[in-house]
């Protein structure tokens, strides 16, 4: 079965279309606008094994928010629809990421139920011209519309860049251990309720 979504949105301050395909290579497209962004989306795809394709055109001239968060929007839905009913999948990852200085942790569940823990604290407002703020917005959104339980911690670090990059990788390597078939349950959806 292909696990596969391709989905568009458009509102009246941004325009999105991403593809994915859950069992690719971590092989990865993507040009929203906003080159730190496009380089973390990049290692998100990479490092999960992802194949990611996203496109935006957005109302940069204020600012990269609605870009971002709507980008997670959208994502998270293509996630949720490319996973199908769960069947198979190891439900639950994590990962501890170092990079340099500094080491980030995350856990998650692909329960259904979506929720963000979010304990990451950055040194700089800004890194480049990217407001360092819309790391927890695009998580937030990329969580509540995939419905996946994510908790995210950065325990110790000093730069901003290395800070938002183990966050993005440690997110991509949790959810590639999630996502991975369990050989011995690879027909059986994982939890006692019998639906995620």
Not at 151 to 173: D, M, P, Q
Request: charged letters at 25%; glycine letters at 8%.
């Amino acid at each position: 079965m292909s696990r596969r979504a391709s989905l568009s949105r458009k509102t009246a301050e941004t325009s999105i279309e991403v593809e994915i395909d859950l069992d690719g290579t971590g092989a990865y497209d993507n040009r929203t606008g906003v080159g730190f962004f496009d380089h973390m989306l990049d290692q998100l795809a990479r490092h999960a094994l992802i194949d990611m394709k996203a496109r935006a055109s957005g109302d940069l001239h204020i600012d990269d928010h609605h870009t971002v968060e709507d980008t997670g929007i959208l994502l998270g839905k293509a996630l949720a629809e490319a996973m199908g009913d769960k069947r198979g999948i190891r439900r639950y990852g994590h990962c501890y990421l170092p990079m340099d200085e500094c080491l980030t942790r995350a856990a998650l569940d692909l329960s259904g139920r979506p929720f963000l823990v979010w304990k990451v604290e950055f040194t700089t407002p800004k890194i480049g011209t990217f407001d360092t703020e819309l790391v927890r917005e695009f998580f937030t959104a990329f969580a509540m519309n995939s419905g996946m339980t994510l908790h995210v911690e950065t325990l110790y670090g000093v730069n901003s860049h290395h800070i938002a990059e183990t966050c993005f990788k440690a997110v991509a390597r949790a959810l590639r251990d999630a996502l991975e078939t369990d050989p011995r349950k690879a027909e059986a959806i994982p939890s006692t309720k019998g639906v995620l």
